[in-house]
């Protein structure tokens, strides 16, 4: 069974920063690829970011293109996801998650789904106006 730890979330004024943080127990089987997910309360769990660990190609959801960024240093068995320009609607508790590989037009990617393998706690952001 992977565990999966994140850090780094918080508060913060609305157009500030934050860089979250997730290792990885072990890589293994449903780790090649890591992402994050956030939810709100009464609201489904969104794909954020995801990032394939052996080639790091990222894949991001519409929301956050441009504001956020995903990345993996693979020897710590660590991936971050560095938010800028947030608003109060990045305001949600951040999952960090693991899974498997999808394939599609000729390529392997990170798929921004629900069905992972293995899930974080979470850790909460919140953003104010």
């Known amino acids: 069974q992977v565990q999966l730890v994140e850090s780094g979330g918080g508060s913060v004024q609305a157009g500030g920063s934050l860089t979250l943080s997730c290792v990885a127990s072990?890589?293994?089987?449903?780790?090649?690829?890591m992402g994050w997910y956030r939810q709100v309360p009464g609201k489904e769990r969104e794909g954020v970011a995801a990032i394939s660990i052996g080639v790091g190609n990222p894949t991001y959801a519409d929301s956050v293109k441009g504001r956020f960024t995903i990345s993996r240093d693979s020897s710590k068995r660590t991936i971050y996801l560095q938010m800028n320009s947030l608003g109060p609607e990045d305001t949600a508790i951040y999952y960090c998650?693991?899974?498997?590989?999808?394939?599609?037009?000729?390529?392997?990617?990170?798929?921004?789904?629900?069905?992972?393998?293995?899930w974080g706690q979470g850790t909460q952001v919140t953003v104010s106006s």
């Open positions: 998650a693991s899974g498997d590989l999808a394939y599609r037009g000729g390529r392997y990617y990170c798929p921004l789904t629900s069905d992972q393998r293995f």
């Open positions: 072990e890589f293994s089987y449903g780790t090649d690829c």
